[in-house]
């Protein structure tokens, strides 16, 4: 039980696009869902935390307009990295929590080039 | 504000040796739940082993124990019986009610000698 799938696992795009990353528990519904970022050999650094039918709350210096989240309902929640730029290539990866607990997708590589 | 402090940002241990990984943390909650989570090269997140504040004994799952020492805000991860499939990045993470996400350290990678 208590599985989280993200898709795509790896995505390559052009400069200026965008680019949809979803996140889905499986077996369970998460009451809030969360949004890291990690760079090589770092920890993971949280983003946005997201309820079903709410905002999301991003953490400070994340761009809310750059990285859109929606939070459609209780086992999906999906990232969106608008007009990317080779900056926002990293390792995004997504949790879904329940209670104080938080079980983690298995990640999503994107590459801008 | 919570941190979570991890000061040994590598470690490598012989393979059936036992080692001991550090964290310490900072918090005026009284009440919270300690982790430690595996990342694999694969860099899928897997929980090791939790432990509740208000818990005094220590948690144990299979070869992972922990020492949770309260007072002094410390949280190490012992590894017994090591084995090639325990090298990865292991991260300590803090979570209380004040804040509702998990706060990570940064991590220590552990190395598996045959």
Same mark, same amino acid.
């Given at each position: 039980g208590a599985v989280v799938s993200q898709h795509p696992s790896w995505v390559i795009c052009k400069s200026g696009t965008s680019v949809k990353i979803e996140c889905r528990s499986l077996d369970f519904q998460a009451t809030t869902m969360f949004w890291y970022r990690q760079f090589p050999k770092q920890s993971l650094m949280l983003m946005a935390t997201s309820n079903e039918g709410s905002k999301a709350t991003y953490e400070q210096g994340v761009e809310k307009d750059k990285f859109l989240i929606n /939070? $459609?309902?209780?086992?999906l929640s999906t990232l969106t990295v608008t007009s $990317? /730029?080779?900056?926002?290539s990293s390792f995004y990866i997504c949790s879904a929590g329940v209670y104080n607990e938080q079980f983690f997708g298995p990640g999503t590589r994107l590459t801008v080039l | 504000a919570q941190t979570v402090t991890q000061s040994q940002p590598e470690m490598s241990v012989q393979e059936a040796e036992t080692v001991t990984l550090s964290c310490t943390y900072d918090t005026s909650e009284s009440d919270y739940y300690l982790f430690w989570y595996k990342q694999p090269p694969s860099r899928q997140m897997i929980l090791v082993i939790r432990q509740e504040a208000y818990k005094q004994q220590n948690a144990t799952e299979n070869r992972f124990s922990v020492n949770f020492q309260k007072a002094a805000k410390s949280f190490s991860l012992k590894i017994s019986d090591?084995?090639?499939?325990?090298a990865a990045m292991y991260f300590c993470a803090y979570y209380g009610g004040a804040t509702n996400k998990l706060i990570f350290g940064t991590g220590t990678l552990l190395a598996v000698q045959p």
């Open positions: /939070h $459609a309902s209780l086992t $990317a /730029h080779p900056e926002d | 090591s084995q090639l499939g325990d």
